[in-house]
Protein backbone atom coordinates (compact mmCIF):
# COMPACT_ATOMS: atom_id res chain seq x y z
CA UNK A 1 0.00 0.00 0.00
CA UNK A 2 1.16 3.01 -0.95
CA UNK A 3 1.61 6.49 1.67
CA UNK A 4 -0.66 8.33 -0.49
CA UNK A 5 -3.77 5.45 -0.33
CA UNK A 6 -2.75 5.15 3.60
CA UNK A 7 -3.29 9.15 3.83
CA UNK A 8 -6.32 8.77 1.67
CA UNK A 9 -8.28 6.53 4.44
CA UNK A 10 -7.41 8.03 7.42
CA UNK A 11 -10.20 8.21 9.61
CA UNK A 12 -11.08 11.56 11.63
CA UNK A 13 -9.21 13.03 14.74
CA UNK A 14 -11.28 13.15 17.71
CA UNK A 15 -10.68 16.93 17.08
CA UNK A 16 -12.38 16.86 13.86
CA UNK A 17 -15.31 14.63 15.13
CA UNK A 18 -16.01 17.46 17.70
CA UNK A 19 -16.17 20.10 15.61
CA UNK A 20 -18.39 18.34 13.25
CA UNK A 21 -20.42 17.38 16.68
CA UNK A 22 -20.60 20.89 17.92
CA UNK A 23 -21.78 22.25 14.22
CA UNK A 24 -24.60 19.65 14.20
CA UNK A 25 -25.75 21.06 17.80
CA UNK A 26 -25.35 24.47 16.71
CA UNK A 27 -27.62 23.76 13.58
CA UNK A 28 -29.99 21.72 15.99
CA UNK A 29 -30.66 24.86 18.04
CA UNK A 30 -31.22 27.47 15.27
CA UNK A 31 -33.62 24.85 13.56
CA UNK A 32 -35.82 23.77 16.63
CA UNK A 33 -37.26 27.68 17.32
CA UNK A 34 -38.22 27.16 13.58
CA UNK A 35 -39.89 23.49 13.97
CA UNK A 36 -41.91 24.93 16.98
CA UNK A 37 -42.88 27.72 15.24
CA UNK A 38 -44.03 25.89 12.20
CA UNK A 39 -45.92 23.27 14.74
CA UNK A 40 -47.55 25.77 15.85
CA UNK A 41 -48.83 28.08 12.86
CA UNK A 42 -50.00 24.06 11.35
CA UNK A 43 -52.29 23.76 14.34
CA UNK A 44 -53.48 27.10 14.05
CA UNK A 45 -54.17 26.74 10.50
CA UNK A 46 -55.53 23.43 11.31
CA UNK A 47 -58.02 24.57 13.78
CA UNK A 48 -59.01 27.64 11.40
CA UNK A 49 -59.73 24.65 8.51
CA UNK A 50 -61.62 22.99 11.06
CA UNK A 51 -64.33 25.73 11.99
CA UNK A 52 -64.74 27.18 8.31
CA UNK A 53 -65.86 23.51 7.70
CA UNK A 54 -68.01 23.42 11.01
CA UNK A 55 -69.24 26.21 8.98
CA UNK A 56 -70.00 25.66 6.12
CA UNK A 57 -71.86 22.53 7.76
CA UNK A 58 -74.12 25.40 9.38
CA UNK A 59 -74.97 27.38 6.33
CA UNK A 60 -76.38 23.71 4.83
CA UNK A 61 -78.58 23.05 8.00
CA UNK A 62 -79.72 26.37 7.88
CA UNK A 63 -80.91 25.96 4.09
CA UNK A 64 -82.83 22.35 5.24
CA UNK A 65 -84.01 24.07 8.38
CA UNK A 66 -86.14 27.22 7.89
CA UNK A 67 -83.01 29.27 8.29
CA UNK A 68 -81.66 27.58 11.51
CA UNK A 69 -78.38 27.60 11.99
CA UNK A 70 -78.48 24.86 14.88
CA UNK A 71 -80.62 23.58 17.01
CA UNK A 72 -78.75 24.84 20.22
CA UNK A 73 -75.63 24.21 22.64
CA UNK A 74 -73.79 21.18 23.03
CA UNK A 75 -75.01 20.85 26.86
CA UNK A 76 -77.17 16.94 27.04
CA UNK A 77 -78.15 18.26 30.26
CA UNK A 78 -79.61 21.73 29.26
CA UNK A 79 -80.22 20.93 25.25
CA UNK A 80 -81.48 17.41 25.53
CA UNK A 81 -79.63 14.39 24.21
CA UNK A 82 -76.85 15.34 22.02
CA UNK A 83 -77.26 12.78 19.62
CA UNK A 84 -80.76 14.68 18.89
CA UNK A 85 -79.66 18.78 19.80
CA UNK A 86 -77.13 20.97 19.59
CA UNK A 87 -74.47 22.02 16.93
CA UNK A 88 -72.23 18.59 16.99
CA UNK A 89 -75.26 16.55 16.59
CA UNK A 90 -76.68 18.89 13.83
CA UNK A 91 -73.52 18.32 11.56
CA UNK A 92 -73.08 14.86 12.97
CA UNK A 93 -76.55 14.08 11.39
CA UNK A 94 -75.60 15.73 7.93
CA UNK A 95 -72.53 14.02 7.78
CA UNK A 96 -70.28 16.78 6.68
CA UNK A 97 -68.04 16.62 10.10
CA UNK A 98 -67.01 14.35 12.84
CA UNK A 99 -66.34 17.22 15.73
CA UNK A 100 -64.56 14.71 17.92
CA UNK A 101 -62.24 14.27 15.64
CA UNK A 102 -61.41 18.05 14.26
CA UNK A 103 -59.88 19.01 17.37
CA UNK A 104 -58.31 22.64 17.95
CA UNK A 105 -54.66 20.66 18.35
CA UNK A 106 -53.11 23.84 19.76
CA UNK A 107 -54.83 23.04 23.03
CA UNK A 108 -53.78 20.43 25.48
CA UNK A 109 -57.36 19.74 26.47
CA UNK A 110 -59.08 17.76 24.29
CA UNK A 111 -62.61 16.65 26.62
CA UNK A 112 -65.18 18.99 27.02
CA UNK A 113 -67.42 18.81 30.01
CA UNK A 114 -70.10 17.87 28.52
CA UNK A 115 -68.81 14.85 27.61
CA UNK A 116 -68.41 14.52 31.31
CA UNK A 117 -72.33 15.22 32.18
CA UNK A 118 -73.49 12.24 28.95
CA UNK A 119 -71.24 9.84 30.10
CA UNK A 120 -72.17 9.97 33.57
CA UNK A 121 -68.89 10.82 34.86
CA UNK A 122 -69.71 14.30 36.96
CA UNK A 123 -72.21 15.19 39.67
CA UNK A 124 -71.74 18.47 39.71
CA UNK A 125 -75.80 19.08 38.89
CA UNK A 126 -77.96 19.73 41.80
CA UNK A 127 -81.36 17.60 40.76
CA UNK A 128 -82.01 14.76 39.69
CA UNK A 129 -81.34 12.28 37.14
CA UNK A 130 -84.73 11.88 36.08
CA UNK A 131 -85.88 15.13 36.76
CA UNK A 132 -82.65 16.52 34.20
CA UNK A 133 -83.56 13.89 31.80
CA UNK A 134 -87.34 14.34 31.06
CA UNK A 135 -86.86 18.33 30.75
CA UNK A 136 -83.70 17.61 28.39
CA UNK A 137 -85.55 15.32 26.19
CA UNK A 138 -88.11 17.65 24.57
CA UNK A 139 -85.00 20.03 24.24
CA UNK A 140 -85.91 22.42 26.95
CA UNK A 141 -82.95 21.57 29.57
CA UNK A 142 -83.58 22.79 33.19
CA UNK A 143 -80.31 24.96 33.83
CA UNK A 144 -80.83 23.49 36.95
CA UNK A 145 -79.83 20.10 35.58
CA UNK A 146 -79.08 16.89 37.19
CA UNK A 147 -77.13 14.47 37.35
CA UNK A 148 -76.80 10.73 35.59
CA UNK A 149 -74.95 8.17 37.74
CA UNK A 150 -72.59 5.89 35.41
CA UNK A 151 -74.61 3.26 35.56
CA UNK A 152 -77.67 5.05 34.50
CA UNK A 153 -75.91 6.87 31.72
CA UNK A 154 -74.45 3.72 30.16
CA UNK A 155 -77.54 1.38 30.46
CA UNK A 156 -80.31 3.55 30.30
CA UNK A 157 -79.67 6.07 27.97
CA UNK A 158 -77.04 4.49 25.30
CA UNK A 159 -78.59 1.13 25.85
CA UNK A 160 -77.10 -2.15 26.72
CA UNK A 161 -79.77 -4.94 25.30
CA UNK A 162 -79.48 -5.33 21.29
CA UNK A 163 -76.28 -3.34 21.26
CA UNK A 164 -73.82 -3.33 24.07
CA UNK A 165 -71.53 -0.87 22.35
CA UNK A 166 -74.11 1.99 21.73
CA UNK A 167 -71.90 3.66 24.22
CA UNK A 168 -68.94 3.33 22.76
CA UNK A 169 -70.89 4.01 19.16
CA UNK A 170 -71.76 7.38 20.65
CA UNK A 171 -68.04 8.16 21.46
CA UNK A 172 -66.53 7.22 18.00
CA UNK A 173 -69.23 8.89 15.84
CA UNK A 174 -67.41 12.08 17.26
CA UNK A 175 -70.02 13.53 20.21
CA UNK A 176 -67.51 16.02 21.26
CA UNK A 177 -65.54 19.19 21.12
CA UNK A 178 -63.00 21.64 22.06
CA UNK A 179 -63.87 24.21 20.80
CA UNK A 180 -66.74 26.75 22.44
CA UNK A 181 -69.82 28.31 20.96
CA UNK A 182 -70.92 31.81 21.93
CA UNK A 183 -73.71 33.15 23.31
CA UNK A 184 -75.14 34.59 19.81
CA UNK A 185 -74.97 31.12 18.21
CA UNK A 186 -76.38 29.13 21.10
CA UNK A 187 -78.99 31.34 22.34
CA UNK A 188 -79.52 34.23 20.11
CA UNK A 189 -80.40 37.38 22.21
CA UNK A 190 -81.45 37.07 25.90
CA UNK A 191 -84.94 36.78 26.66
CA UNK A 192 -85.08 38.53 29.48
CA UNK A 193 -87.67 41.04 30.59
CA UNK A 194 -84.25 43.98 31.09
CA UNK A 195 -83.23 42.97 27.36
CA UNK A 196 -79.64 42.46 28.67
CA UNK A 197 -79.32 39.53 31.77
CA UNK A 198 -78.98 36.09 30.18
CA UNK A 199 -80.75 34.53 33.74
CA UNK A 200 -79.72 30.89 33.64
CA UNK A 201 -78.03 29.26 30.45
CA UNK A 202 -81.20 27.16 29.28
CA UNK A 203 -82.26 27.10 26.01
CA UNK A 204 -85.37 29.41 27.29
CA UNK A 205 -83.03 31.70 28.38
CA UNK A 206 -82.77 32.87 25.11
CA UNK A 207 -84.63 33.33 21.94
CA UNK A 208 -81.88 31.33 20.09
CA UNK A 209 -80.23 29.43 18.29
CA UNK A 210 -79.20 31.23 16.26
CA UNK A 211 -81.76 31.80 12.89
CA UNK A 212 -81.18 33.93 9.48
CA UNK A 213 -83.92 36.49 10.83
CA UNK A 214 -81.25 37.26 13.68
CA UNK A 215 -79.13 38.94 11.06
CA UNK A 216 -81.33 40.08 8.68
CA UNK A 217 -82.75 41.89 11.11
CA UNK A 218 -79.85 42.48 12.75
CA UNK A 219 -77.79 45.53 14.56
CA UNK A 220 -74.75 44.28 13.06
CA UNK A 221 -73.74 42.74 9.66
CA UNK A 222 -73.23 38.81 9.90
CA UNK A 223 -69.20 39.24 9.52
CA UNK A 224 -69.13 40.43 13.04
CA UNK A 225 -71.28 37.94 14.68
CA UNK A 226 -69.06 35.28 16.41
CA UNK A 227 -70.05 31.44 16.13
CA UNK A 228 -67.22 29.89 17.66
CA UNK A 229 -63.40 29.41 18.90
CA UNK A 230 -60.63 27.01 20.81
CA UNK A 231 -62.07 26.27 24.48
CA UNK A 232 -60.58 27.46 27.63
CA UNK A 233 -60.43 24.92 30.56
CA UNK A 234 -63.35 24.91 32.86
CA UNK A 235 -63.92 27.10 35.94
CA UNK A 236 -62.05 25.77 39.33
CA UNK A 237 -62.20 22.08 39.95
CA UNK A 238 -65.30 21.39 38.10
CA UNK A 239 -62.78 20.91 34.95
CA UNK A 240 -60.44 18.82 37.19
CA UNK A 241 -60.56 14.68 35.79
CA UNK A 242 -60.54 12.76 39.78
CA UNK A 243 -59.62 9.23 39.79
CA UNK A 244 -61.15 6.56 41.98
CA UNK A 245 -64.48 4.73 40.20
CA UNK A 246 -67.24 6.63 41.40
CA UNK A 247 -67.68 10.24 41.51
CA UNK A 248 -67.48 12.18 45.20
CA UNK A 249 -69.42 15.72 45.93
CA UNK A 250 -66.71 16.28 48.98
CA UNK A 251 -63.93 16.35 46.37
CA UNK A 252 -65.13 18.93 44.56
CA UNK A 253 -63.48 16.83 41.44
CA UNK A 254 -65.86 17.66 38.34
CA UNK A 255 -65.46 14.45 36.20
CA UNK A 256 -64.26 10.43 36.81
CA UNK A 257 -61.87 9.17 34.66
CA UNK A 258 -62.68 5.24 34.92
CA UNK A 259 -66.40 6.31 33.54
CA UNK A 260 -65.21 8.26 30.86
CA UNK A 261 -62.78 5.88 29.94
CA UNK A 262 -65.41 2.88 30.13
CA UNK A 263 -68.09 4.71 27.99
CA UNK A 264 -65.79 5.47 25.55
CA UNK A 265 -64.03 1.94 25.35
CA UNK A 266 -60.55 3.44 25.41
CA UNK A 267 -58.40 5.73 27.55
CA UNK A 268 -59.62 9.05 26.73
CA UNK A 269 -58.71 11.22 29.95
CA UNK A 270 -56.26 10.71 32.65
CA UNK A 271 -56.51 11.62 36.45
CA UNK A 272 -55.65 15.50 36.64
CA UNK A 273 -56.77 16.37 32.99
CA UNK A 274 -58.68 19.07 32.32
CA UNK A 275 -61.94 19.49 30.58
CA UNK A 276 -62.90 22.62 28.34
CA UNK A 277 -66.21 24.69 28.55
CA UNK A 278 -69.07 23.72 25.64
CA UNK A 279 -70.50 28.01 25.29
CA UNK A 280 -69.93 31.15 26.86
CA UNK A 281 -72.27 33.23 29.23
CA UNK A 282 -74.51 35.73 28.03
CA UNK A 283 -74.86 39.43 28.78
CA UNK A 284 -72.87 39.34 31.94
CA UNK A 285 -70.32 41.90 31.36
CA UNK A 286 -71.50 45.78 32.94
CA UNK A 287 -70.52 47.96 29.76
CA UNK A 288 -71.68 51.54 31.26
CA UNK A 289 -71.80 55.23 30.74
CA UNK A 290 -68.05 55.46 30.06
CA UNK A 291 -67.71 53.39 27.06
CA UNK A 292 -70.94 54.85 25.24
CA UNK A 293 -73.42 52.34 26.77
CA UNK A 294 -77.21 52.75 28.41
CA UNK A 295 -77.22 52.90 31.73
CA UNK A 296 -77.01 49.52 33.36
CA UNK A 297 -76.02 48.30 29.93
CA UNK A 298 -74.66 44.67 29.72
CA UNK A 299 -72.85 42.81 26.75
CA UNK A 300 -71.59 39.49 25.91
CA UNK A 301 -68.50 38.23 27.64
CA UNK A 302 -66.32 35.72 25.56
CA UNK A 303 -64.06 34.06 28.31
CA UNK A 304 -64.47 30.76 27.40
CA UNK A 305 -62.87 31.51 24.09
CA UNK A 306 -59.16 31.65 24.23
CA UNK A 307 -56.58 33.33 22.60
CA UNK A 308 -54.12 30.56 23.08
CA UNK A 309 -52.19 30.28 19.71
CA UNK A 310 -48.62 31.94 19.28
CA UNK A 311 -48.29 33.42 22.32
CA UNK A 312 -46.27 36.40 22.26
CA UNK A 313 -45.30 36.87 26.27
CA UNK A 314 -44.06 34.72 28.92
CA UNK A 315 -47.21 34.74 30.63
CA UNK A 316 -48.75 33.08 27.71
CA UNK A 317 -50.38 36.37 26.58
CA UNK A 318 -50.91 37.95 23.09
CA UNK A 319 -51.57 35.19 21.45
CA UNK A 320 -54.66 34.81 19.36
CA UNK A 321 -57.90 32.84 18.52
CA UNK A 322 -58.94 31.90 15.14
CA UNK A 323 -62.76 32.89 15.09
CA UNK A 324 -65.96 31.46 13.00
CA UNK A 325 -67.93 34.52 11.94
CA UNK A 326 -71.50 33.95 10.76
CA UNK A 327 -70.63 34.88 7.21
CA UNK A 328 -68.45 31.88 7.00
CA UNK A 329 -65.21 33.73 7.56
CA UNK A 330 -62.84 32.49 9.94
CA UNK A 331 -60.38 35.74 11.83
CA UNK A 332 -57.96 36.32 13.92
CA UNK A 333 -58.66 37.40 17.43
CA UNK A 334 -55.78 38.98 19.22
CA UNK A 335 -55.15 39.09 23.05
CA UNK A 336 -53.85 42.92 22.82
CA UNK A 337 -54.64 44.47 26.16
CA UNK A 338 -51.05 44.31 28.10
CA UNK A 339 -51.13 42.29 31.38
CA UNK A 340 -51.28 43.83 34.30
CA UNK A 341 -50.55 42.51 37.84
CA UNK A 342 -53.08 45.10 39.66
CA UNK A 343 -55.70 44.71 37.83
CA UNK A 344 -55.33 41.48 36.42
CA UNK A 345 -56.60 42.06 32.70
CA UNK A 346 -55.17 41.15 29.64
CA UNK A 347 -54.15 37.57 30.86
CA UNK A 348 -55.33 35.65 27.98
CA UNK A 349 -58.54 36.94 27.87
CA UNK A 350 -60.05 38.53 24.38
CA UNK A 351 -62.94 40.97 24.42
CA UNK A 352 -62.64 41.00 28.45
CA UNK A 353 -60.91 41.30 31.18
CA UNK A 354 -60.94 39.23 34.57
CA UNK A 355 -60.49 40.85 38.18
CA UNK A 356 -58.41 38.78 40.77
CA UNK A 357 -58.07 38.70 44.42
CA UNK A 358 -54.78 38.65 45.87
CA UNK A 359 -54.45 34.21 45.72
CA UNK A 360 -54.88 35.31 41.61
CA UNK A 361 -58.15 33.53 41.78
CA UNK A 362 -60.87 35.29 39.10
CA UNK A 363 -63.58 37.21 41.01
CA UNK A 364 -65.34 39.14 38.36
CA UNK A 365 -65.96 39.14 34.15
CA UNK A 366 -64.87 43.19 33.64
CA UNK A 367 -64.50 45.53 30.73
CA UNK A 368 -63.03 48.43 30.10
CA UNK A 369 -61.59 51.17 27.20
CA UNK A 370 -58.41 48.64 26.79
CA UNK A 371 -60.30 45.31 26.71
CA UNK A 372 -63.31 47.19 24.30
CA UNK A 373 -61.27 48.07 21.48
CA UNK A 374 -59.11 44.94 21.40
CA UNK A 375 -62.56 43.23 19.69
CA UNK A 376 -64.45 46.24 18.99
CA UNK A 377 -64.17 46.47 15.52
CA UNK A 378 -64.38 42.54 14.91
CA UNK A 379 -66.64 40.95 17.40
CA UNK A 380 -70.04 42.68 18.21
CA UNK A 381 -70.84 42.27 22.02
CA UNK A 382 -74.28 43.62 22.52
CA UNK A 383 -77.62 42.08 21.72
CA UNK A 384 -78.14 41.03 17.60
CA UNK A 385 -81.85 42.65 17.38
CA UNK A 386 -83.50 45.96 19.45
CA UNK A 387 -85.51 44.12 21.98
CA UNK A 388 -89.26 44.13 21.56
CA UNK A 389 -92.01 45.65 24.27
CA UNK A 390 -94.71 43.48 25.32
CA UNK A 391 -97.13 45.20 22.92
CA UNK A 392 -94.55 44.20 19.64
CA UNK A 393 -93.58 48.12 19.23
CA UNK A 394 -89.89 48.13 18.82
CA UNK A 395 -87.71 49.92 21.81
CA UNK A 396 -85.78 51.43 18.87
CA UNK A 397 -82.51 53.01 20.12
CA UNK A 398 -82.28 51.41 23.21
CA UNK A 399 -80.30 48.70 23.11
CA UNK A 400 -78.11 49.66 20.04
Not at 96 to 123: F, H, T
Not at 127 to 133: E, F, H, I, L, P
Amino acid sequence: MTKAMHQQRRAFTLVELLVVIAIIGVLVALLLPALSSARAAANASGSSSNIAGFGRGFELFATNNDGLYTTGAFDHHRDGDIRDYGWVADLIGLKVANPGKALDLGSRNKISEKCADYMGASKNKTTSAADSWSAAKSGKGSDKGGKMDSTVAGALYFGTGTNPNAARDVWNAGYNSNYATTWHFSRGDPSATDGYASGSKAPDSGDGGLTQNHLNQGLTTAARVALMGPARAGDGNDALVGGGSEYTPATGVGAVASVMNAFAGKTIVKTNDLLVEAFNDGMNVDFGTALGGAAGQKVHEFGDIEPLHQPKNSNGTGGFAPILFADGHVEKVVDTVTYNETTGRGDGFIGNGVGRDGNGKITSVVIDAPTYQEISEQIWIKRLRNRQSAAGSVNENEFN
